[in-house]
Every structure is written in C-alpha cells, then in structure tokens.
C-alpha cells in the first residue's frame, strides 16, 4: 500500500508525491476509500504534510485524501479527526494561501464533512482560515461556491460564523447574473440566520432574495435557494418575518411553486415557508388562503407523489392553514408581530377579509377526504420514517381539534395503516410518540378499539413500552393507549397483566419524573377498578402500600394525588385483601379531605377523591367520621366549584345519598347547601342520566320523614323537574327505579300532595316506567303502590290548590333504600375509572 511506502521513505519528495497520489486516486471509490482507513491512511497522510509543510503539492494532494476519506469511508471523517487532520488542513490553507488548487483542495475536503464535525472544525481554527482564503480570492467564482457551501455545512452545526454575513451579503448583490454563487451565498446566510437569530444585515438580505428570484424565475434552483432564504427569516422572529412579508414573499412562493411543480426542492421549500409563516399567527394564516395558495399547497401531494419530503411538507401545510396544525412563538414575538400589524387600519381591513376565507375554506373543506388522503401517502411512503412522523403529527393535530376532526380520522379507516406503520418503524421515537396519540383518539370509538384488540395492540403496545423505557414522550403516549383500552374492560386488564405491563409500571415509578408517575398510577389505578383477578395480583406487589405512599409524600402533585385517591378507591371497591381493611381509617380519611381542600381547582382529583368518599361512608362509624369533620360541607363545596363536570356532580350527590340514609343525619342535609346542589344539577346535567339516579335518590332520602321538605319539594318545583328527567331518560331503569320511589316518599298519604302530583302527569309517567321495565323487581314494587294512592284522588274535582295538606303516614311508612341502589335488581354503576 502507498500509506506503507510513505512511511518508508519518509525523506524523498517525491516518493511522497507519488504515494500521496495513489491514495488520493483509491479514495476516489468507497471500497478503496475503505480500504485507505483500514490502514491508517489518514495517519500516514497527517504524518507526511506536517514533514514536508513547505511542499504544497503534497499538502493539496493531503486534502485530496481527506476529502474521499470523509466521502467514501463509514469512518473515514473520525479517522481524520483522530489523526489530526483538521490541523493540517489549516495550516496549509494558511502557509499556501496564493495557490488556488490548493485552497480548492481544502475547501472540498472541508465540503466533505458532515455537520456533526463543525464543532472539531472551529476548534482547529479552520472557519477562520476558510473565511480569510474567500477574502483573499473575492473575485473566484468557482471557488466562492464551494467556499460558501462549507460555511454552511459549518452554520449548520452551530458554528457562530456572525463575520460570514457581510461577504455573502455583497456576494448576491455583486454578481446578480451568477446563479451557482446566488444559490450557494443564500443558502449559507439561510443557515446562519437559522442558527444565530437576527442581524442588521437581514433585511437588505431578504430584499436581495426578492430581486434575484424575480430575475431567475426559470432557474429551479436559484427559486428553491430564495424560498430557503424566505424560510429562515420565517423562523427568526416577528422582524424577520415582516421584512420578508414586505419583499412579498407568499407571492414569490406563490409563483415559484407554480412555475416549478415537478421539481421537488422548490416544492419542499415553497411549501415549508408557506407552513412557517401560516404557524406564526391566525393573520398570517388568512393571508396565505386570501391569496388563493390552498389549492397549490394540497396539489403538490399529486404532482410530486413520488417525493415523501415534498408530500410531507404538503400535508404539514394545509393541516396548518385549515387551523388545526400550530405552532406558536413566543408571547414576545407574538406582542411584536400583534403592534406592527395593528398600525394601520389596512391591516385590519386585511384581518377581516382574510378570516372571511378561511371560513370558506373551513366550511368547503371535507375532513374525512382530507384524512384519507394522509392515510393513502402513508401507505404510499411507508418506508419514510420522516414522513410518517409528519403524517401521524398531523391526524393527531386533526382528531384532537374538534369532534368533526376525531370522528374525520375515525371514518378515515386509518387504524390498519397506523398499526403497520407502527410495527415497521418500531424503533422511531417520533413516529411512536405521535402514532400512539393517533390510536388513542381513535380508540375512543368502541369499533376502533374491537379492530385494535383483533390485531394484537394488547402484545404490541406492551413491547413498546419495554422498548421506549429511555423516552418519557413515547412511555406517556403508550400509558394513554392502555389506560383507555382498559376502561371498562376486564378482558383487556387480564391480558395486559398476562403481557407483563406491571413490572414495567413498577419500573417507571422508580423514575424521578413526576409526570409519568401520574400517569402510571392512572394505569394501576384503571387495572384495579372492577377486576377482581388483577386487584388480587397487584395488592401482592404491594399496590396498596405504593398508593398510600405516593399519597402521603406528594401532596402537593395534584396529579399524583388524584391517582392515588383512584388506585385506593378501585381496590375499596373490589378487593377482599384484609390489607384493604387499612384503608379505612380516620388517619386516610383526615388525608383525602384534606387533599380536597389543597386541591380545590383541580377537577380530576375532586372526582376521585368525593368517589372515594362515596365508598368510605358506607357505614355508620365512618359517617358519623365525616359529620365530624365537617365533610358534608367540604363535598358541597366541590359541588359549587364544578357545576358542570359530571363525574364531580356525581360521586359529590352520591356521598350525600351516602350521608342522608340514617335518621338524624337527613336533617343537617336538608337544611345545608346539599339541597342547592341538587337543584344545580337538574338545571346543568339533566343530560347525564347517572348524574340523574344520584340526584333523584338524595331528592328522596332527604324527604324521607321530613313532612316539611316534601312540602318543599313541590314548592319549589322539583316534583315537576323530577317528572322531566324521567321523561328524558325513559329507558334508563336506575333513573327509572329512583324516580318512581322519590315521588311515592314526595306524595306519602298525604292527599293534597297526590291530587298535586296527578294534575302534573305522575300518574301518566309511573305508567310508562312500568311498561319500559316491567320485568324489574323494583319497579313492580314501587310503581303500583304510587299509582294506587294517585288513583285515589283522580277523581276528585277539587284542585291541588284549594286542598288542604293534611299529613296521614305514619313516618316508619317511608323506607329509604340503600345508597346504592333502592333493590337488588338495580345495577350499582360504580365509575372510578377517570380518563
């Protein structure tokens, strides 16, 4: 080999030459480049420039060597590293500046490093060295492009190159007919500008962009070097962006894309710039569509099928101008970009023109066309692991927008695709972590679930999770996957625990991040609800204990709170363990009120923690705990807080249920806020129907004996609003059940009351209940028993109004039934189960 002769013959010139040669022209190949870095060419080489640094045959030749070991060898640039080659390469670029070929030599050999090596490059001082050589041969046209080329290879990897900026600026102003100058000179400041944020120099940068792609309108290259430009202003900053807005950048988008739609670079970029600058803000956006650039933006997918990049940023570029893909700046751009287009009153004029056709567009748009079109490039460019990542950022940005856009993916029939390209691209980070938030919104269908479960997203999903243990981002996105799989799912909780997922829960608890942590005890948390199999196995590795103490030393981590309280709730509701007997305690119920109270505006943790309460108070002891404590006004509280959520207003009515079943205790409720809190949810949730049944059993638990309340109830109307809840769900029998035995305890015997309920189609209402569940043993108790003491005044001809409300019943007549359901035939539809 010519790298042995070298170092025979360490003195002679021109032996050096020669040998020098030989490996210059084996590295022209990759095999022979290889082959060259098997044997320490790159040592021989660095060993024979620095012995004769005054030949500069030998040092052009040395730089001829590194450029194909950086080319053509899989290591060859780290061998050079290692040997010291970057040192050479500046000292003979600073030793030989007037010979051209040599500089020439250097500049490609520079040209042939990756980014990664930047950082190596400026600590060998070679950028200053490259800059001082462009300098000196200002007027070298073929020279400067390869000289510009470097200094973007070396912005690129974060090289601070601030100085570069004047001498690429007069490259484009002074040789404005030079395309291969322009294109190299403007991508290098694109570079720079993207690495080091804004100059003084940018906007005469941005205008002189604007002049030549005006003036090289047929030059694909020169239009896709302009859009760079126009694209790395887009993402400086708000000043930036404004300067190329003035230059009129959407409209040299706008031509370069039209004129150049088969050539790929142009396309990608036109395409990215158009996507950076309708991200910015909604103005920006509306400018774009006014401007007619839709259509333009979604036909690229067609024109340049073929180019996964040009279909990438397509689809990256209409889902942001149909305002479902964002990306956001900072509030002191935004602040910056908001004054400078509130200046004019022509600017407002243009905001309100512009919203008008972007709710044309929205409104011409179909979604479910939109992601089937990404569902057929998915296919079409399977291979792209970039593109998939985009194309799954995208349906996610889409199905979580908006209920039109979850039910678009959904009709879209994506999920087959999206698990094949999951399974393929196995070890992308990115396309896991977007593709498992996909599957998650689609797995709130019931049907998209049955299909992921047939394809195995129980086997795959667990090995998932065990392969991503080193990336939080994918472990949250797989955690919501599983969790919403085993909703309501003892099948599903089963086989995850045959899969092995619990080891790997315990695994991520042991982390140091509090955010996973939460969201694997709301993976537990589900795994224990309602599942008795999986309770049993979780409490023998040690659950329970691991809730209580992730209770008690984070209390001020409402998420991890809140799961706890979950975790602890779903094994009250289940296990038979005696441990669980630990759980209840005046020391845990002092805990949970108090988190209660910490975490007043969390909604999440309220649900859990009144759900909990629920099932702690089912005796009597543990009542008198919480009268004790003052809990009946705690839980009051959260209900007034949380008027809308369901889940609050639910687990909050049925502790008060809990709480209204013995004598004594009715009376403190009846005459607190629980009665308002009753009232609040027939206005606000009579669509819920288990909000509802809950609503209903305290309006009768509290009536029960209480002569004064039942007056109350049709007072004040609530007679009336109970009868239009059953009315609305007909067919739910705990609704059903609660509401026939609620308005027997409102009437009792008292006559008055009974003409009053008649008169307002009790009767009418008990009949339909009847026939809708006449097989259900509650309502065949309850049911005929009202409708017997209503037929009793239905023919009387006095009015309600002018009786006189004589109370008959013997109070022991008014049996309450449990707080969990009024017999044995009505379903207890414990929810602890949070999403």
Request: aromatic share 6%; glycine share 6%; net charge neutral.
């Amino acid at each position: 080999m010519g790298s042995q002769a070298s170092f025979a013959n360490p003195d002679v010139n021109l032996v050096q030459r020669q040998c020098l040669e030989a490996l210059r022209h084996a590295c022209s190949w990759e095999s022979g480049a290889a082959t060259v870095e098997a044997h320490r060419g790159a040592l021989a080489t660095c060993r024979a420039m620095s012995r004769h640094w005054q030949d500069a045959l030998i040092q052009e030749r040395g730089c001829g060597i590194f450029q194909g070991l950086a080319q053509g060898a899989r290591k060859g640039w780290s061998s050079l590293l290692a040997a010291g080659g970057l040192k050479q390469v500046c000292q003979a670029m600073r030793q030989f500046r007037t010979v051209r070929s040599l500089q020439m030599a250097a500049f490609e050999a520079l040209l042939a490093l990756p980014s990664e090596a930047a950082k190596e490059v400026e600590a060998a001082g070679c950028h200053q060295e490259l800059l001082a050589s462009m300098s000196a041969y200002g007027s070298d046209l073929q020279l400067l492009v390869k000289g510009c080329g470097a200094v973007r290879l070396l912005a690129s990897g974060s090289v601070a190159l601030q100085e570069a900026r004047q001498p690429l600026m007069r490259y484009i102003q002074e040789f404005p007919d030079e395309v291969p100058l322009l294109v190299a000179s403007s991508n290098a400041l694109a570079e720079i500008s993207m690495h080091e944020g804004l100059h003084v120099l940018d906007r005469s940068f941005v205008q002189g962009i604007s002049n030549f792609l005006v003036a090289h309108k047929k030059d694909a290259q020169a239009q896709a070097a302009g859009m760079n430009g126009f694209r790395a202003m887009a993402t400086v900053g708000a000043s930036s962006l404004e300067a190329a807005l003035e230059a009129r950048c959407i409209e040299r988008a706008r031509m370069a894309l039209l004129d150049h739609k088969d050539h790929e670079e142009v396309q990608s970029r036109g395409l990215d710039l158009l996507q950076r600058v309708a991200a910015y803000n909604t103005n920006m956006r509306d400018l774009i569509i006014e401007a007619g650039l839709y259509p333009i933006v979604f036909d690229a997918q067609e024109t340049c099928k073929a180019s996964a990049e040009v279909c990438r940023q397509s689809i990256r570029a209409a889902g942001t101008l149909l305002g479902f893909v964002t990306a956001k700046p900072s509030q002191q751009e935004e602040r910056k970009m908001q004054s400078a287009k509130s200046k004019t009153a022509q600017a407002a004029s243009q905001q309100r023109s512009g919203a008008l056709a972007f709710g044309k567009l929205i409104k011409e748009t179909d979604l479910v066309e939109f992601a089937i079109r990404v569902e057929k490039l998915m296919q079409h460019h399977k291979h792209s692991s970039l593109f998939l990542q985009d194309a799954c950022l995208v349906l996610r940005s889409l199905a979580e927008s908006s209920d039109d856009g979850l039910k678009a993916v959904q009709s879209a029939g994506v999920l087959q695709t999206l698990m094949a390209s999951l399974q393929k691209h196995k070890r992308s980070e990115a396309v896991n972590f977007h593709g498992f938030r996909v599957l998650w919104g689609l797995l709130s269908s019931s049907t998209s679930r049955r299909e992921a479960l047939e394809a195995g997203v129980v086997e795959w999903s667990t090995a998932a999770l065990a392969r991503f243990m080193d990336c939080p981002a994918v472990q949250s996105a797989l955690l919501l996957v599983v969790n919403r799989l085993c909703l309501k799912n003892p099948d599903v909780k089963v086989a995850y625990v045959k899969a092995k997922i619990l080891p790997l829960i315990w695994q991520i608890l042991e982390t140091e991040n509090l955010f996973l942590r939460g969201r694997s005890l709301a993976v537990l948390a589900t795994l224990a609800s309602n599942c008795f199999s999986v309770t049993e196995e979780m409490m023998q590795m040690g659950a329970l204990e691991l809730a209580v103490d992730m209770l008690q030393s984070h209390t001020e981590n409402a998420q991890i709170q809140g799961r706890s309280i979950q975790m602890l709730w779903g094994f009250m509701q289940v296990s038979r363990d005696p441990q669980v007997e630990e759980i209840y305690t005046e020391e845990m119920l002092d805990v949970v009120l108090t988190s209660i109270q910490s975490h007043a505006t969390k909604e999440q943790l309220q649900s859990f923690a009144l759900g909990f309460l629920w099932t702690f108070t089912s005796s009597s002891l543990r009542k008198r705990w919480l009268l004790a404590r003052k809990g009946v006004a705690t839980v009051c509280t959260s209900l007034e807080a949380f008027p809308h959520s369901s889940m609050v207003q639910r687990h909050g009515l049925e502790v008060l249920r809990s709480m209204s079943t013995s004598d004594g205790r009715k009376w403190v409720l009846s005459d607190g806020p629980s009665v308002e809190a009753v009232t609040g949810a027939l206005k606000l949730l009579r669509h819920d129907a288990e909000v509802m049944a809950a609503a209903l059993g305290l309006l009768g638990n509290l009536a029960c004996g209480n002569v004064e309340f039942k007056r109350r109830v049709f007072k004040e109307g609530l007679c009336n609003q109970v009868l239009v809840v059953m009315e609305e769900h007909a067919r739910d029998v705990a609704v059903q059940v609660l509401g026939t035995w609620a308005l027997g305890v409102f009437v009792g015997l008292s006559q008055k009351r009974a003409r009053e309920l008649f008169e307002l189609g009790g009767k009418d209402r008990v009949f339909a209940a009847m026939a809708e569940h006449a097989l259900n043993d509650s309502i065949r108790a309850y049911g005929p028993l009202l409708v017997r003491r209503l037929e009793l005044v239905q023919e009387m001809t006095v009015n309600a109004a002018n009786m006189e409300d004589q109370e008959l019943e013997a109070e022991e007549l008014d049996v309450a039934p449990s707080h969990s359901q009024p017999s044995g035939s009505v379903t207890h539809r414990s929810n602890s189960e949070g999403g």
